[in-house]
């Protein structure tokens, strides 16, 4: 157990979220990664790896809103991740938020699903995230190797397909 | 086996409709519903309005055709257990969801081996008259492209500027 691997936030609402989150399971090699999702079943498909469940709300209802972000918010500070990642959808974008504030690296991959356009949560985190990922071509700016992205643009580099 | 699966959100009774009229003109009752808690009749047939992860896996292991709207969750799923799937996605105008992201994908995934897409009721009906004939592509790996997975990789264990 190296203390030293930099602790990862993996987090999504369930679902098609959740399923896109676990096929980059692989990219957090080397990490403590850390889950999180709105579905408490979820949790033995990623043992011995730590879950938390957090409350599932859609931006149309206020008061779970409120409450989802506070525990979200409240996740992210005691677990201090070096980085966040979240396919979506408000649970994701909270703990971008707040993990950015807190100086993590912040990294949004948009759904697969939202190929014409990028999701309203997903533009909405381009202004902050440290990377904005599109998984099509001709959503975003393609993303060399090596190449340091800059927050703003959002990026194609492969999908979860 | 059919398994009919409309996802965690919203209702979808403009897709069980035709296939529970379809399954009972044609003297079937080997199907399963997940119908969101929508208003169709579905005596004689097992239903239920919401299936926890573990039960949605082993119902879409067991099918032989899966028929659902256009959520990402269940069509990787499918393409992973290399199953044929019959999708129809909702529309917005009808509100069915909140925008047309499902026709978005759809385009996108039409045409990809095991993927059947209906775009209205009756085509969604012709391809139930055909499920025994539709055929799975080969199992796709559970994990994102690799350069996605390289990319994330590389990104989230490089320091922070």
């Known amino acids: 157990?190296?203390?030293?691997?930099?602790?990862?936030?993996?987090?999504?609402?369930?679902?098609?979220?959740?399923?896109?989150?676990?096929?980059?399971?692989?990219a957090f090699e080397g990490c403590e990664t850390v889950w999180a999702s709105t579905d408490a079943a979820l949790a033995p498909r990623v043992a011995p790896e730590r879950f938390f469940k957090v409350p599932e709300?859609?931006?149309?209802?206020?008061?779970?809103?409120?409450?989802?972000?506070?525990?979200?918010?409240?996740?992210?500070?005691?677990?201090?991740?070096?980085?966040?990642?979240?396919?979506?959808?408000?649970?994701?974008?909270?703990?971008?938020r707040v993990g950015s504030l807190l100086g993590a690296r912040t990294v949004w991959v948009d759904s697969f699903a939202n190929a014409a356009e990028l999701s309203l949560s997903g533009r909405k985190a381009l202004a902050f995230a440290d990377l904005t990922l599109t998984q099509w071509p001709r959503l975003g700016q393609r993303l060399a190797a090596g190449e340091a992205p800059k927050r703003g643009i959002a990026y194609y580099a492969g999908s979860v397909l | 086996m059919i398994f009919v699966t409309v996802g965690s959100q919203l209702p979808f009774d403009r897709l069980v409709r035709p296939v529970v009229d379809w399954a009972r003109s044609r003297g079937r009752n080997d199907l399963v519903f997940q119908h969101g808690g929508g208003d169709v009749d579905l005596s004689g047939f097992q239903a239920h309005a919401f299936v926890g992860p573990e039960d949605a896996d082993r119902l879409l292991a067991a099918a032989d055709v899966v028929v659902a709207h256009v959520g990402m969750g269940t069509v990787l799923t499918c393409l992973e257990f290399g199953k044929p799937i019959?999708?129809?996605?909702?529309?917005?105008?009808?509100?069915?969801?909140?925008?047309?992201?499902?026709?978005?994908?759809?385009?996108?995934?039409?045409?990809?081996?095991?993927i059947f897409v209906a775009w209205n009721e009756q085509e969604l009906v012709a391809l139930l008259e055909r499920a025994a004939e539709l055929r799975g592509g080969s199992a796709i790996s559970s994990e994102a492209s690799p350069e996605l997975i390289a990319t994330l990789n590389a990104y989230i264990r490089a320091p922070k500027a």
């Open chain 1, 57 to 96: 709300a859609s931006r149309w209802d206020r008061i779970r809103l409120v409450w989802m972000a506070l525990r979200v918010a409240w996740l992210v500070i005691r677990l201090r991740p070096a980085a966040v990642i979240s396919t979506g959808a408000a649970p994701g974008y909270i703990a971008l």
């Open chain 2, 86 to 114: 019959i999708v129809m996605p909702r529309q917005a105008a009808l509100h069915e969801t909140r925008n047309d992201h499902q026709s978005d994908s759809a385009r996108e995934l039409e045409g990809r081996a095991g």
């Open chain 1, 1 to 26: 157990m190296s203390a030293r691997r930099p602790r990862v936030l993996a987090i999504s609402s369930r679902g098609g979220h959740w399923v896109q989150l676990r096929r980059l399971a692989r």
